[in-house]
């Protein structure tokens, strides 16, 4: 393995760089000025952060956050290490949410330093111009369209189109006698930003465009077909606010969505695509904006190493020991020994296959620099001390122990953290402390 890092830092130079001539059409630019002094030392690691649970609980900081942050800045303000925030939050834009973060932290946060569970949708071009229904909270038209879509309906648009579909709330059903006001091209695919506001209406009205093929103004098909393309963000089951207990999250609306879905039609209901924490692809636009801001302050050495700090086991931990078992098995591919090694570790006859080069991450990205990606687990948020996992998966197979998606396996191994610390302080002394690297 240790053979391989020239030849993996060399290729990386080039990878960095066709990674910045894509960041334009992606509509990331990386804004870093200044360059670093030569005589500091320079990070071959960089920081990914969840944010609530991590940093804060709904709008109260965690009181270690601004400890964790002023050692990660030097005089001027500037990062000493490539950060990102890495949220499965959706409601909001990623100029929004680096703003907020800023007042909270003390420290000027860039919107290319945020990764929100849809930043990812960037990528998916094939969807940009085809009319697309929307679900969340907050600006999702504006979000949507911030993304690349340029045709895009909302659940608002829908049932002032059709007002008879939404008749869970008798307060809300029409007074007089209505009919449809059929002035909205045909649905080509969903989109599910996060928890919406109104579950009974957004349950319904998506179900709706499901069985119709997108034309509210048929009937219900009963026939097995395919249904319109789906993708979700954010699959967090829970989340931690101010409360004492965590809340439901959109992974909860997903659950319902799928099971109401499973009920009336007796099929499962099919992802296009999953994004969010704990999606390798999300993690790799992470370290894509990494490697940009690395490149954008002259840091001479590439970033090899990632740390994922996180309060949830089934998003945070799961999802970084997911992306660090691509990292290894990408390298391994190119090392029989490692293969090797990588098989008799795992207890299988093979290493999965690693999605070739022309897949849509590393077409679009470049191909990473990183060669892993470690989980530190902190105790403020979603993560309970007390509660063991169990280690023999059978035991996991209900969804009151395995709090991840259902298209997700459990699997013991990928809820393992690499740490776990009391907060994100003690999370960013141990980093620099293995890494021996000094912010002085």
């Not at 007089?176 to 989109?191: H, M, R, T």
């Not at 009336?264 to 704990?278: A, Q, R, V």
Request: aromatic residues 8%; glycine residues 6%; hydrophobic residues 40%.
């Amino acid at each position: 393995m240790r053979g391989l890092l020239p030849l993996s830092r060399g290729l990386s130079a080039l990878a960095t760089s066709r990674a910045a001539r894509r960041a334009g059409a992606l509509g990331f630019r990386c804004g870093f000025h200044g360059t670093q002094s030569l005589n500091k030392a320079q990070p071959s690691f960089g920081l990914l952060f969840d944010i609530d649970g991590v940093l804060v609980r709904g709008r109260l900081p965690i009181p270690a956050a601004k400890k964790a942050f002023s050692k990660m800045v030097d005089s001027k303000g500037q990062f000493v290490v490539p950060v990102v925030f890495v949220t499965n939050a959706g409601n909001c834009l990623r100029q929004t949410k680096a703003a907020q973060l800023s007042h909270i932290l003390g420290v000027q946060i860039e919107p290319d330093q945020v990764i929100m569970s849809h930043s990812p949708l960037r990528m998916f071009k094939k969807y940009h111009n085809k009319c697309v229904l929307v679900s969340g909270q907050g600006p999702v038209l504006e979000i949507a369209r911030n993304l690349g879509f340029n045709n895009v309906i909302s659940i608002d648009m829908l049932r002032e189109s059709f007002p008879l579909l939404d008749m869970v709330d008798h307060n809300r059903r029409p007074k007089l006698p209505s009919s449809s006001i059929c002035n909205l091209p045909k649905v080509e695919a969903v989109v599910l930003f996060g928890e919406p506001i109104r579950w009974e209406t957004n349950l319904q009205l998506i179900i709706d465009v499901l069985l119709t093929g997108g034309n509210l103004s048929s009937v219900h098909r009963t026939q097995k077909m395919p249904h319109l393309p789906l993708l979700a963000c954010n699959m967090d089951l829970m989340w931690m606010a101010e409360a004492h207990s965590p809340r439901f999250g959109h992974g909860t609306f997903l659950v319902c969505l799928e099971n109401i879905y499973k009920k009336i039609t007796g099929e499962d209901l099919k992802y296009e695509f999953l994004m969010g924490k704990p999606c390798e692809l999300t993690y790799h636009f992470a370290e894509y904006l990494i490697r940009c801001q690395a490149m954008d302050r002259a840091w001479k050495s590439p970033i090899t190493s990632l740390y994922a700090i996180g309060d949830n086991l089934m998003t945070d931990i799961y999802g970084a020991n997911l992306y660090n078992r691509y990292l290894e098995e990408r390298i391994a591919r190119k090392n029989p020994k490692a293969v090797a090694k990588i098989a008799t570790a795992t207890g299988s006859a093979a290493v999965p296959e690693v999605e070739p080069a022309g897949n849509m991450w590393e077409s679009e990205l470049a191909s990473p620099s990183a060669t892993s990606c470690k989980s530190i687990l902190v105790c403020t948020g979603v993560y309970n001390p007390k509660a063991e996992v169990p280690p023999d998966a059978d035991q996991c197979i209900k969804e009151t122990v395995f709090h991840g998606h259902r298209d997700f396996r459990f699997d013991p191994a990928l809820v393992e953290p690499g740490h776990i610390v009391k907060d994100v302080f003690e999370a960013v002394e141990l980093i620099f402390e293995q890494e021996k690297f000094s912010s002085q």
